[in-house]
């Protein structure tokens, strides 16, 4: 640990300071790959035996939601903001 002028101990010294999550990156492809799964299992369901519309909605905004999720992170890896 290096001293400051202050008198204030530097604890990070010249590393930078990051989360855990950092060093150690998770399996993102098989994430993906999960979300497009979930994405058509849900679309799929539409056809099942529901009585009203509402379970369609739900359906379809929670793939909605998923599908959006994807194209942000997408955006995000091509414009270099993940890894």
């Known amino acids: ?6 008198g204030i101990l530097d604890v990070s010294g010249e590393e ?12 993102y492809k098989a994430g993906r790959i999960a ?5 058509i299992t849900l679309l799929l369901m ?11 909605l739900w359906l379809l905004g929670t793939a909605l939601v998923l ?5 942000a ?3 995000m890896r091509r414009n270099g903001l993940k890894r």
């Open 16 to 27: 930078p300071v990051t989360s855990p999550d950092q060093h150690k990156p998770g399996h």
């Open 46 to 56: 539409i056809m099942g035996n529901q009585q009203g519309r509402v379970e369609t």
């Open 67 to 71: 599908f959006l999720i994807l194209i």
């Open 35 to 39: 979300a497009v799964l979930v994405i």
């Open 73 to 75: 992170d997408w955006t």
């Open 1 to 6: 640990m290096a001293k400051r002028a202050e």
